[in-house]
Structures are given as C-alpha cells and as structure tokens.
C-alpha cells in the first residue's frame, strides 16, 4: 500500500538553485495539496489542486510553483531557492472536498 | 473566517494519567474537524475526525474528542497516557463550503510522557 509517496526525502540546495518535489497517489484521489512545515506554526497551505489540470493558491505561495499534469502527480517546483524556504515539505491527497486527507512522508529541505 | 486554535503548546504528563489537548475552533459554517498525530520524522496521521454525527468521537489509541458547538471547542483526551503517546498532536478544522477542503491546521501541542 504506497499511498502518498514524496521524492526526495532530503535535499540541500544553495539559495539561487531550483528544484522540483514530486507527490505520486495511488488512491485516485481528486485533491491534492502541499504544506510546508516550521516550528511552532503547523503546517501552511502552499499550493493546492482539486483535480487533474487544475492549481490553485494556498495561505503562502510565492515563491513556489506546482502542476498537475497527470491525476496521480502533484509537483512543487522552485524556481530560485532562498533560505526562508527550508522547511519539512508534506504532499497529501484527499479523495474529495470535506474529507480526511491521507499524507506523505514529507520531505525535509534546507536552502543554505 | 475560520481559524484553529491549539491552546497549549507543550503538555507533559506522567505513563498512566489523562492526556487533555484542547482546541477551539471559529467556522463560519458547520465544519469538519480533525486531530492528526505526528511522530517524530514521521508523516501525519489520523486519529479521529468529527464530521457532523455522534459529536463524541473515538478515534485510534484510546483517544477521543467531543465536539462542543456551543463552546467551539474539539478538545483530545485519553483516559491513560502511553509513553508510546508522546508526540506532536494537531487539530484541524475543515469547512464545509461545498467547495475545496482546505484543512486549516493549529499550531500544535507536543505531548511529553514521563515515566
């Protein structure tokens, strides 16, 4: 049972370099999102999709690009990494609106 | 608006004494709402969820919460803590809108289990 996978784990960029976090489901779930986490402030909405080829922002999203080309896939890309992004990144997936939202591993990022 | 809001952040408790996570909520509609616990380096997990029925909830562990509207308030509890319990707790509330689910997140509460 996959669930939410997150690539990768761990990164380390320097700041000015770019990256792309993949979430796969396997769940076929409609929704998706991605939080970004950091002490003391639970997780904040960046990004969300509430179906294949659809985005839409979150509470923080500048800085921060995603796509959902393909229902499974939601990627969260950045362009030009600074170090206020470092932060523990979680991908969940919720079958629909109103619903318990199944999450990734997460995937801890540091921008040096 | 609507907002969570998790009203300690640490809570210590000695193995085998009641565990109380409190959490007030503010929805303008009638709302969703869940605890989820994380281990250390670990992802999120559902403990229980409150959507609108029985407003004493059970969830996984031993843990459970009571929906409250007239105080909005969806408060945790255990009756005899674990060590095994000893990690970061957040409530999370969910409004329905009929639109997206957004899952507005507390700041959270990390439970300490003594021995």
């Known amino acids: 049972n996959a669930g939410v996978t997150q690539t990768p784990k761990f990164r380390v960029l320097k700041t000015g370099q770019s990256m792309t976090l993949l979430c796969a489901q396997d769940m076929n779930h409609e929704y998706m999102y991605w939080y970004r986490q950091d002490p003391g402030m639970g997780l904040r909405l960046i990004h969300y999709?509430?179906?294949?080829?659809?985005?839409a922002k979150g509470e923080v999203p500048d800085g921060y690009n995603v796509s959902r080309l393909k229902k499974q896939n939601f990627l969260l890309g950045l362009e030009s990494a600074a170090p206020s992004q470092t932060s523990v990144y979680f991908c969940?997936?919720?079958?629909?609106?109103?619903?318990?939202?199944?999450f990734g591993q997460g995937t801890r990022l540091t921008v040096v | 608006a609507q907002s969570v809001t998790q009203l300690d952040s640490h809570v210590s408790v000695s193995e085998g004494t009641p565990v109380l996570l409190r959490c007030n909520y503010s929805?303008?509609?009638?709302?969703?709402l869940f605890w989820y616990v994380q281990h250390p380096n670990k992802g999120l997990q559902l403990l229980l969820k409150y959507t609108s029925a029985a407003t004493l909830v059970k969830g996984i562990n031993g843990f459970e919460a009571e929906f409250k509207k007239s105080e909005t308030s969806f408060h945790l509890t255990k009756p005899s803590a674990h060590m095994s319990d000893a990690a970061e707790y957040f409530c999370v509330v969910s409004p329905f809108s009929g639109g997206y689910n957004k899952l507005i997140f507390g700041a959270g509460t990390r439970l300490a289990v003594h021995p």
């Open positions: 999709s509430v179906g294949e080829g659809t985005t």
């Open positions: 969940a997936s919720a079958p629909q609106g109103d619903t318990e939202a199944f």
């Open positions: 929805s303008s509609y009638s709302p969703s």
